[in-house]
């Protein structure tokens, strides 16, 4: 199942590094450039998951070193600095190099921390319990033959079966990698990334000019052709209906357009960890959408119509993989 949301992800992937290029007004440097890094990660993406995998023995457990820990915690606190550098109102050349620098960097440590695991290889199981003519169990040493350790082996390999002793089959899996986090720490956690980037998206709201930003003139200025945006109504887009609600309440159309933006941006983030739960563990969905919480892309594209798209391929992943 992970394999082929992973192959369906890569399509999505490709499908908006696509239109990414063929929406454009003009054929621009940037663009192609974009467009070709989108594509060129799907197509590895695709490419990685499309091969079929030969059997291997379970003779080896594969954890996250300290090293590593240390490159992603480190790229975290660069990406995470970065992020608010691109939202805090600093000026400079100094800080214009420094922001994309910086992002680069913490990418590249993360990448570098997921990378670096140690292989330790674990012998494979000479004995095992059975039961005697007496009826009592007692350890009796594996004989088969080859045919038949090969099949056990492919079978062990297909349902990830955990690696046991010499002896007594405890599971190093188990005990190398406990649940670290409960359901209400998880839940927790989960509220406080939320909260943060909330702030966060608030924080550029105040840190933005009283008049709208050009995109925002041309976003509201879509909206106002737009037919009266009621839940009923004809029209079914989501960021006209959004700040419909908001303003009912107040008179300023650009407060409520940001303010729209703003939740949408907030729900992309429980949309994306739903995803993200499904493909990794607790702390790495966490981990992710920390990561998404601080962007400077999803902070900057909180005012866009399109910001729905996201969201929507976010609960559409989420509910194949339940």
């Not at 993200?276 to 702390?283: C, D, E, I, N, V």
């Given at each position: 199942m992970r394999r082929f949301s992973l192959l369906l992800f890569s399509l999505i992937l490709a499908l908006i590094a696509q239109r990414l290029l063929a929406t454009s007004d003009a054929f621009l440097s940037y663009v192609l450039r974009d467009s070709l890094?989108?594509?060129?990660?799907?197509?590895?993406?695709?490419?990685?998951?499309?091969?079929?995998?030969?059997?291997?023995?379970?003779?080896?457990?594969?954890?996250t070193s300290s090293a590593g820990w240390i490159l992603i915690v480190t790229g975290i606190l660069c990406t995470a600095v970065a992020g608010l550098f691109f939202v805090l109102p600093v000026t400079g050349v100094f800080f214009e190099q420094l922001r994309p620098t910086l992002w680069s960097v913490g990418m590249l440590l993360?990448?570098?921390g997921a990378l670096s695991r140690p292989r330790i290889t674990y012998a494979l199981p000479k004995a095992r319990w059975q039961k005697n003519h007496l009826g009592d169990?007692?350890?009796?040493?594996?004989?088969?033959?080859?045919?038949?350790?090969?099949?056990?082996?492919?079978?062990?390999?297909s349902r990830a079966?955990?690696?046991t002793t010499e002896a007594n089959h405890i599971s190093p899996r188990s005990e190398a990698a406990p649940r670290f986090l409960t359901p209400y720490t998880e839940i927790g956690l989960l509220l406080i990334v939320v909260t943060?980037?909330?702030?966060?998206?608030?924080?550029?709201?105040?840190?933005?000019?009283?008049?709208c930003?050009?995109?925002?003139?041309?976003?509201?200025?879509?909206?106002?052709?737009?037919?009266?945006?009621?839940?009923?109504?004809?029209?079914?887009?989501?960021?006209?209906?959004?700040?419909e609600l908001f303003r009912q309440r107040m008179d300023d159309d650009l407060l409520a357009l940001r303010l729209a933006?703003?939740?949408?941006?907030?729900?992309?983030?429980?949309?994306?960890?739903?995803?993200?739960?499904?493909?990794?563990s607790a702390s790495g969905a966490l981990a992710a959408t920390a990561l998404l919480a601080v962007s400077p892309w999803h902070l900057w594209a909180m005012g866009e119509p399109n910001l729905a798209a996201p969201l929507f391929i976010s609960v559409c992943g989420w509910l194949v993989l339940t």
């Amino acid at each position: 199942m992970r394999r082929f949301s992973l192959l369906l992800f890569s399509l999505i992937l490709a499908l908006i590094a696509q239109r990414l290029l063929a929406t454009s007004d003009a054929f621009l440097s940037y663009v192609l450039r974009d467009s070709l890094i989108l594509t060129a990660i799907a197509v590895l993406i695709f490419a990685v998951n499309i091969i079929t995998q030969p059997a291997r023995l379970p003779s080896a457990l594969r954890h996250t070193s300290s090293a590593g820990w240390i490159l992603i915690v480190t790229g975290i606190l660069c990406t995470a600095v970065a992020g608010l550098f691109f939202v805090l109102p600093v000026t400079g050349v100094f800080f214009e190099q420094l922001r994309p620098t910086l992002w680069s960097v913490g990418m590249l440590l993360l990448l570098l921390g997921a990378l670096s695991r140690p292989r330790i290889t674990y012998a494979l199981p000479k004995a095992r319990w059975q039961k005697n003519h007496l009826g009592d169990f007692e350890l009796a040493p594996i004989e088969l033959s080859p045919r038949r350790q090969e099949l056990l082996r492919a079978k062990a390999s297909s349902r990830a079966a955990v690696v046991t002793t010499e002896a007594n089959h405890i599971s190093p899996r188990s005990e190398a990698a406990p649940r670290f986090l409960t359901p209400y720490t998880e839940i927790g956690l989960l509220l406080i990334v939320v909260t943060v980037g909330a702030l966060l998206r608030l924080w550029s709201i105040e840190s933005l000019p009283a008049a709208c930003l050009p995109a925002e003139c041309e976003t509201l200025l879509r909206l106002e052709e737009l037919p009266t945006s009621t839940l009923f109504g004809d029209n079914r887009e989501l960021l006209p209906m959004v700040q419909e609600l908001f303003r009912q309440r107040m008179d300023d159309d650009l407060l409520a357009l940001r303010l729209a933006g703003t939740l949408l941006s907030v729900l992309t983030l429980l949309g994306f960890y739903g995803f993200a739960r499904r493909l990794a563990s607790a702390s790495g969905a966490l981990a992710a959408t920390a990561l998404l919480a601080v962007s400077p892309w999803h902070l900057w594209a909180m005012g866009e119509p399109n910001l729905a798209a996201p969201l929507f391929i976010s609960v559409c992943g989420w509910l194949v993989l339940t």
